[in-house]
């Protein structure tokens, strides 16, 4: 037996809702937090994403990998 039908709209409005409270809480802990804790944090994100990009891996050249032709 089927389960009962859903209504998108609530659902629409349910997913929106979570995501509108997401944004907020973030909202929150940014804009409540002392300049000293933005600045530690706007720090770590930097030196993660510069290690990040320290770590990747650079695409293979195609002109060395001998399918020139195909």
């Known amino acids: 037996m089927a ?3 859903i209504n998108l709209r609530r659902r629409r409005r349910r997913r929106q809702r979570e995501a509108a409270d997401r944004r907020a ?3 929150r802990a940014w ?5 000293a804790e933005r600045d530690a944090l706007r720090r770590e994100r930097e030196r ?3 290690e990040l990009d ?8 195609r002109a060395t990998s001998g399918d020139e032709d195909r």
């Open 3 to 5: 389960d009962a039908p």
């Open 25 to 27: 809480e973030a909202n």
């Open 31 to 35: 804009h409540g937090a002392t300049r």
């Open 48 to 50: 993660a994403e510069r």
């Open 54 to 61: 320290g770590r990747r891996r650079e695409p293979a050249d």
